[in-house]
């Protein structure tokens, strides 16, 4: 619980490098995440360095794009000014963690519902295994920000990172340079009924 309350998304980073070792921690805590009949349906792929400059300028110049003619996400575009903040934070980390679900489809190509139930469940599986990975990571003293503004990218980034697949997001990590306070969180009364 201590470590459940100390997590935070943080959004300023110092320089240091993340050493490999302890990103080997953060997976081995998010691969011990319970999935969906363990299919186990993840795969994160860490860029730093040069790699992650040139991940980020195709990010930035797919939202460039995207901001001129809404083609990708034509009903989000009110989303757009805080996904170029969240690549202001990405540049920022030493390192980017890219998220992928081995078995998804693009969320752009349409899917019967069988497949949709699917691919909820390893949605949620990879999310379960993503907030192991933060809770470890703020265990070791390190930060972390959950990111989904990749989805404005969506086509570039993974024909740029050419992993079959469908893109989840990222996770960008270092070592924290601001200590913001706890969120606010519901009321106990608005999220829990007992029947
Ligand atoms: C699925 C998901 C996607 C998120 N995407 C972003 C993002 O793209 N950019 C960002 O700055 N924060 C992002 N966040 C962080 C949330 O804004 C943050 O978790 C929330 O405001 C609560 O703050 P806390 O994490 O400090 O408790 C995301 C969080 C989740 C779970």
Redesign the pocket.
Known sequence: MNTINER??I?KYKEEEVPNYLIEKLVEAASKSPSAKNRQPWKYIVYSGAGKSELLDIMEAALDRESETHELLPDSAGGLS?AY??LK?MRQAPCLIIVMNTNGKSPFENINSDDRITEICDTLSIGASIENMLLKATELGLGT?????TCFAYKDLTSFIGEKGQLI?AIALGYADES?N??PRKAMEDILEFR
């Open positions: 935070r998304s959004r805080d903040n969240t934070i920000l959950w990111i989904a503004n997001g913001p706890q969120r």
